[in-house]
């Protein structure tokens, strides 16, 4: 675990500027890099705990990933950063949000999403949903793992 520093956080900031309009990382927030290009938030009170304690492998929530593609959001990050989110937000009604719960990619033009955004948003009224991958294709493929999608039936 690495935690980023002052130009590491401005780095990342400009990226989810460029990718969904936020414009701010909040101060009381401790972002480490985990494995896979896997960034962590932690309050600073959590983090100080455990610099004490010694020997933590994990630590705070899973709230984004850098792929060679561009950076999502994970469920929980998109809810953490969701008032922030100014850019590639899309907005689900409640069938495209089953869809989407399940894994199931949803076809670009049903959302109005730009296709030239390697990842966008999906929200349903106030409840963010997390990030899906546009593809070449015309879909865009939620990242939600296989282990939290709801069945299909």
Do not use: C
């Amino acid at each position: 675990m690495k935690v980023l520093d002052r130009s590491d956080r401005k780095a990342l900031l400009e990226l989810l500027e460029r990718e969904f309009g936020i414009d701010e990382i909040p101060q009381d927030l401790v972002l480490v890099e985990a494995s896979e290009g896997k960034v962590r938030a932690v309050t600073r009170e959590a983090y100080e705990t455990a610099q004490r304690i010694g020997k933590v492998e994990a630590l705070g929530l899973y709230v984004l990933k850098r792929t060679k593609f561009g950076l999502y959001l994970s469920v929980e990050g998109s809810q953490l950063f969701g008032p922030r989110l100014r850019r590639n937000v899309v907005e689900l009604n409640a069938a495209q949000l089953e869809r989407w719960a399940s894994g199931q990619p949803i076809d670009i033009s049903e959302l109005g999403a730009d296709p030239e955004a390697s990842f966008v948003v999906a929200r349903h009224g106030p409840l963010f949903a997390g990030s899906g991958k546009v593809s070449r294709d015309g879909k865009v493929h939620p990242q939600i793992p296989k282990e939290r999608r709801t069945p299909v039936e």
